[in-house]
Each structure stands twice: as C-alpha cells, then as structure tokens.
C-alpha cells in the first residue's frame, strides 16, 4: 500500500487545507486512560497515514509515546476500516477513493509523571500534545480544532482546566474552561500542554499580559509573593527583547509533589514540577534556596518564549518528530538561557548580588568536577545530546560535559569580554536582541555558525572578529574557560578550594538506598586505580562496617591523604578487598566575591552586568 505524502510536503502552496479535528476525553482516571478521537477530512485515498510524535521538543531524547497507545481503529464514512501498522510509530488506513471523513479512535495510557508525556489519575489530568494527538501525513499544516471534555467521573467533578491553547471562542475571564480550542497548525497543537484538576489559581500582569500560575496538588504557597517575583522576572525578560513580549498569555502548570524538579518550555507556557518545600509559604523570611531554585527553574523556561522557542536552530525549523533532529547549537540555545535564568533574578531585584555570586560559582563547580569536559566539547555534546546527555551512565562524569552549565559559562564569558571589550558599550545583551530581530521575529532557523555571525555583527569589526573567533574556539573545544582573568575587570575574585578537608577515595555514592553504593568512579582516582567499580556496594573500611555515606565520610574525615586503606565491597554477590592509597580532596568548590578594592570603571562595568 502506497503511503501518503510525507508530512512535509502539505506546507507548500496556498492551498487552504480543511482542519483535522481532535476530541478527547477522560476515560477512565483509575486505569490512566485517556479516550481520543481524530477525524480527517478528505483522507488520501492512496491510503491515509497517521503517526504519534516519537519526541517532545526540548527534551532530546526518543521517547516512543506510540507505546502507549491502547488500541486503535479506524471508520471510513462510519464502516469499519483496515488500519495497517507500518513501523513503531505508523499506521496506514485503508480508505477508499470518494471517501469523506475517516476517524481514528483510540486510548492513550497516561501514568507518566514528567512534563514530557502524559499523566492522569483521580486527582488532575494532564498532557503533551505529543503523547496524545497524531499527526496526519500531509495535513500538519491544516489547522486543528481540539474539544476537550469536562470528565463525567464524580470523582472529578471539581475539575477545571487550564492551557494556553486557544479557545476557538476568546478566552474565558478565569482563563479555565473546558471545551474547543482552535489553532494554526499541528506544530502548535503540540506545543500547548493541559492541566485540569481541582488546582489553585493566581493571576498577575506583566508588560501588560496576563499571566497564570496554576498549582496542582497540596501546597501552603503564599501566592502573593510568588506572583510578585514571578511579575519581576517576567517583565525585565519582557524589556531584554523589547516589549510588546511575543505571547499575548502564558501559563506555569506546575505539579506539587513531596519531591521533584523539573521544567520543559512550550510557546506561551511552561509545564513545571516542584517540591512542596520550593514554594514560598506565608511568614517565610529571606529567600531560602529551594525556593530560589524554584525561582531560577521559573526564569529559565519563561527565558525560552524567546529562546528555542521562537530564535530556534535552522534544524528544527520545522521539527521532524519522527527522529533525531541534531545541531551542535544546545550551548547556545540551552546554555545560553542557563546564564540568563539566574542573571534575571538580580538584574530584576529577586536576589541580591552575594547570592548571584554564590549560584554562579555552583555552576563552576559543577563544571570543574567532571573530566568529560577535557573531552567533549558543548558543540559536540549538543550533537550528542540524544545518545550521551539524555542517557547519561555511570562514566557520564568522565566522558561528557554539560551543555547547559558549561555553556552558560561560555555564555559568562562572552559577556564579560564584550562588556570589557567597548567599554560596558555592547554586552551579550546586544546579541540576543539582534538574534530575536533576525531569527525571532522572521521565523528563520539560526545556522550553525548563526551566533558566531550575530556576536561580529554586534561588536563591531575588531573586537566582534576576535570575539567569535574565540568564541568558536571556546565551543569547538575542551580548554578550561580563564574565568579569574575575565572576572577581575568587574571587580569581582575567583578562588577555589577544596570541598572537604577529608581526603577522597574519587567516588560518588548513590542517593538512598541505605546502603553505600559506588554510582561514580572518577576518573584517575584511588577508587578506579585500585579497581572498585560502579555498583560496588561499600561494606567495610580497614575492617569496621560502613553503614551509609554518612559514616563513610565519618571514617574518612579521621584519615589523611596517603593513607593505605582496604575496602571491603560486594560486587554483584561476590565479597572483593581492595587496597588504595586516600588522595586529597580536588580544589573545586568555587567562591565568587566583589573586590573591596575595585575602582570606579570595574565598579560601572559591574553595575552595567549586574544592574547594581
């Protein structure tokens, strides 16, 4: 059977494509189930194919939410219609020349809990397009009209629904109702997450959008002072780029749970997960630094509406979601927002200077501590970020480097020089703007060597040359970023020091468990020298028991580098004795701190990075 143009070919011409409608529904919330029908005007009478996504943007990795479809079957014109299964993903129907209408009806079985795919129970519902809505060859271009029905469940009757997808009908005053939404094409069905439950709601304006914070689950959060930072962050991110902001509402849907993190972007909204210990609670004094976490994971996802979102890499310009789409630009795009995520919050006056500094030398260290980056480069872990970052194993510390964190260090670096560079004239800033004018708002993909272009443009002849020539030489390799040097005419020191003045056997234990089990060995080390691998499970030190991390580090801190000690440890069910010399502990605690002694240009160099 001869399948249907690829899904590529229906954005050519002007034809006007009628719209492939979506219905779904609660089936059953006690066995995850959703119930969904897709109705296809006009099918391709050489066969009509259909498919679920095998990926959700912004999260690089193959998921295969096809598996979780349960049961699938076709009508055409309302009779029975063979549906033939053409690879994990694909199916064809069999539909006949003349016909009119052909509906695919089907269930998705929903009990992931991540903002990737899709989760439903007797307390809330939420999904991903891309876990629940197939794409039809050669009609994801038509636009899609979704009805969304209000569950018939007792158990779920106070449920109400948000999203930022549009209603076909103008968005209701609450923002939360069940029913019809309209939108352009099969790119943004996907890219509006729902949440429905019985959530709390809070509503603030920034620049002049409406923006919705929706809580899922038990919560004490004092909805005022989230709103009030949130209100901050959003409008200097708004001001960046330059108002009017690119969404004309957006929504976090968050999950409240007793522990989890996570965030992924969407166009106008963000779907979120968070400890109940993040949020801010009524009294609460200072900024405690779960919430400020929470903070930093609320601004890094908002810093998307612009970045990856809309300023996207020429390779997911249109996204194939049926396989890998690569490009060694994840530092940017990635690493990039990793900078600004936390740069708001003291540019907007959500954290002060000292805590600024104090996140920033977190993510040095992060960086430091791992060989993979004497390895691997961000453009190559951008690249690679399908097989090794999203499948990181237990040699992930000595075989790859963060994206994100050592990207937003480039990020840094690239700031302070341009910032030195022109005399606080030009800053990074200057090359986001010019990325949003040239890329954003024309829907142009950025090339692969689009942010070297954009940072010459910038600055100029000289230094916007010699910038991107070590910019590129910063992302194509694996030398360590000369951060004390780029810091010190901002007025601001870099030292390192060690963690701990224990000594270290070069391992990283597992967390829980109640036992201490080896999750890393790193590389050089007394661990890996002596031969104590990855899921050894440490059972004695010079003869006395180790009952957990805690004592291990216990026993640890009353010994000295270059003591010989013998570990006892379980690989597998075979006892094995090891020998090995303690080593010091690596200086790689990183500290930042403002210079008592900076003069008045580094002070305004500073004031012009930091806002203060």
């Known amino acids: 059977m001869s399948p249907a143009p690829a899904a590529s070919d229906d954005r050519q011409g002007a034809v006007t494509l009628p719209p492939v409608e979506y219905r779904i529904r609660v089936a059953d919330p006690g066995a995850h189930l959703f119930a969904l029908e897709c109705v296809v005007p006009e099918p391709d009478p050489r066969g009509q194919v259909v498919s679920l996504p095998a990926w959700i943007p912004g999260s690089y990795m193959i998921r295969e939410f096809a598996r979780n479809i349960v049961g699938i079957a076709a009508l055409a014109d309302g009779e029975p219609c063979a549906l033939d299964k053409l690879d994990k993903h694909s199916w064809c129907a069999a539909v006949k020349p003349g016909t009119r209408k052909l509906v695919l009806q089907y269930q998705v079985y929903a009990?992931?809990?991540?903002?990737?795919?899709?989760?439903?129970?007797?307390t809330h519902g939420f999904f991903n397009g891309t876990s629940v809505f197939l794409a039809v060859a050669g009609r994801t271009g038509a636009p899609c009209?979704?009805?969304?029905?209000?569950?018939?469940?007792?158990?779920?009757?106070?449920?109400?629904?948000?999203?930022?997808?549009?209603?076909?009908?103008?968005?209701?005053?609450?923002?939360c109702r069940f029913g019809r939404f309209r939108v352009s094409d099969y790119d943004e069905l996907v890219d509006h997450p729902v949440e429905m439950g019985d959530f709390t709601l809070a509503r603030f304006e920034a620049a002049g959008v409406v923006h919705d914070v929706a809580l899922s689950g038990r919560h004490g959060c004092d909805l005022d002072r989230l709103c009030a930072d949130l209100r901050r962050i959003c409008e200097w991110q708004i001001a960046l780029f330059g108002a009017p902001a690119p969404v004309d509402y957006y929504a976090f849907l968050t999950l409240v749970v007793g522990d989890g993190y996570g965030g992924l972007e969407h166009r106008a909204s963000t779907a979120l997960i968070c400890s109940r210990a993040d949020l801010p609670w009524k009294g609460m004094e200072g900024l405690p630094e779960a919430y400020r976490s929470f903070l930093g994971l609320c601004?890094?996802?908002y810093f998307h509406t612009w970045n990856v979102k809309r300023i996207k890499p020429?390779?997911?310009?249109?996204y194939d979601l049926t396989r890998e789409n690569h490009t060694r630009l994840l530092w940017a795009f990635e690493g990039f927002t990793s900078y600004y995520d936390d740069l708001a919050l003291v540019r907007s006056g959500v954290i002060g200077v000292d805590?600024?500094?104090e996140l920033l030398g977190k993510t040095?260290?992060?960086?430091?501590r791992g060989s993979g980056r004497l390895k691997q480069s961000v453009a190559e872990s951008s690249f690679d970020a399908w097989t090794k970052y999203y499948r990181q194993d237990e040699n992930a510390p000595n075989a790859i480097v963060s994206y994100y964190a050592k990207g937003a260090l480039i990020a840094l670096a690239l700031d302070l020089q341009l910032r030195?560079?022109?005399a606080g004239r030009t800053s990074l800033d200057d090359v986001m703007r010019l990325l949003w004018q040239r890329h954003g708002l024309s829907g142009l993909g950025v090339p692969e060597d689009g942010i070297y272009a954009a940072v010459r443009d910038v600055a100029g002849e000289g230094l916007g040359r010699r910038l991107a020539r070590w910019l590129q030489k910063a992302v194509e390799g694996c030398d360590d970023l000369p951060l004390a040097r780029l810091l010190k005419p901002v007025g601001v020191t870099l030292e390192a020091a060690q963690a701990s003045p224990a000594p270290v056997l070069g391992i990283k234990l597992a967390a829980g468990g109640g036992e201490a089990k080896v999750a890393?060995?790193?590389?050089?080390?007394?661990?890996?020298?002596?031969?104590?691998?990855?899921?050894?499970?440490?059972?004695a030190l010079d003869g006395l028991r180790i009952a957990s991390a805690k004592s291990l580090e216990d026993m640890l801190s009353r010994r000295r580098a270059g003591d010989e000690v013998s570990v006892h440890v379980f690989r597998r069910d075979e006892l094995m004795n090891f020998r090995l010399l303690l080593a010091e502990a690596p200086a790689d605690k990183y500290g930042l701190k403002l210079s008592e002694r900076a003069p008045a240009g580094a002070r305004a160099l500073r004031k012009g990075w930091l806002g203060r």
């Open 111 to 122: 009990w992931d809990l991540s903002v990737r795919s899709a989760h439903l129970d007797t």
């Open 145 to 175: 009209i979704v009805t969304i029905e209000r569950p018939e469940d007792d158990r779920c009757r106070k449920w109400k629904l948000i999203t930022a997808m549009p209603p076909e009908h103008g968005r209701a005053a609450d923002g």
């Open 299 to 301: 601004s890094h996802e």
């Open 314 to 318: 020429a390779a997911f310009t249109p």
């Open 355 to 357: 805590d600024y500094l």
């Open 364 to 368: 040095m260290s992060n960086v430091m």
């Open 420 to 422: 030195a560079g022109s």
């Open 520 to 539: 890393n060995v790193f590389d050089a080390g007394p661990a890996q020298r002596a031969g104590v691998s990855a899921g050894d499970v440490l059972v």
